[in-house]
T-cell receptor
Framework: EAGVTQFPSHSVIEKGQTVTLRCDPI?????LYWYRRVMGKEIKFLLH????????ESGMPNNRFLAERTGGTYSTLKVQPAELEDSGVYFC??????????FGPGTRLTVT | GEDVEQSLFLSVREGDSSVINCTYT??????LYWYKQEPGAGLQLLTY?????DMKQDQRLTVLLNKKDKHLSLRIADTQTGDSAIYFC?????????????FGAGTRLAVHP
């Protein structure tokens, strides 16, 4: 069974630009989560999809972040316009049962 | 509030036991987790414990849960150089009928000969 995949693995953009991160969950997993780790600190929850619906987006920092999961398969997280403080590692996770989340390798975003 | 605390760094000699500690704040947490992140890799689910248990053992790993003190620990027996990684403690808290994970900042384990 393939694991959670994320693309790209690393992105370097300038402040004010737009970046779109993609996550492909494990096949059959209805639950999809986005997390972020900034500056070596704790990993923070951003949002949770159940199929194509946003179940919980309480962790989204502001309206510059937009997450979608069309068709309930892969998900995208767009940052527009990017700011310096958005730099960090963005993790995606998926689960079939809510108490077992499997994480992808992360996308390292650097905003200069 | 939601807060998970863990020490940032631990150094052990190869062959010794490692103990990584974590405290959490939400007494209603149903599951508590240990994730491992090796250099350049993603988060690997190492083990988890249900909140009504106080111990779980899986080969070289032992998880101890003190629910009264909201304290979780991970013991790695016979630590090897391949165990060098960042270990994240996480608690699962309820959010609108589902669960979300609250992580600590991670403990970097360094194993030296």
């Amino acid at each position: 069974e393939a694991g959670v995949t994320q693309f790209p693995s690393h992105s370097v953009i300038e402040k004010g630009q737009t970046v779109t991160l993609r996550c492909d969950p494990i096949s059959g997993h209805d639950n999809l989560y986005w997390y972020r780790r900034v500056m070596g600190k704790e990993i923070k929850f951003l949002l949770h999809f159940v199929k194509e619906s946003k179940q919980d987006e309480s962790g989204m920092p502001n309206n510059r972040f937009l997450a979608e999961r069309t068709g309930g398969t892969y998900s995208t997280l767009k940052v527009q316009p990017a700011e310096l403080e958005d730099s960090g590692v963005y993790f995606c996770a998926s689960s079939r049962r809510v108490h077992e989340q499997y994480f992808g390798p992360g996308t390292r975003l650097t905003v200069t | 509030g939601e807060d998970v605390e863990q020490s940032l760094f631990l150094s052990v000699r190869e062959g010794d036991s490692s103990v990584i500690n974590c405290t959490y704040t939400d007494s209603s947490s149903t599951y508590l987790y240990w994730y491992k992140q090796e250099p350049g890799a993603g988060l690997q689910l190492l083990t988890y414990i249900f909140s009504n248990m106080d111990m779980k053992q899986d080969q070289r790993l032992t998880v101890l849960l003190n629910k009264k003190d909201k304290h979780l620990s991970l013991r790695i027996a016979d630590t090897q150089t391949g165990d060098s990684a960042i270990y994240f403690c996480a608690e699962s808290i309820k959010s609108g009928g589902y669960n979300k994970l609250i992580f600590g900042a991670g403990t970097r384990l360094a194993v030296h000969p």
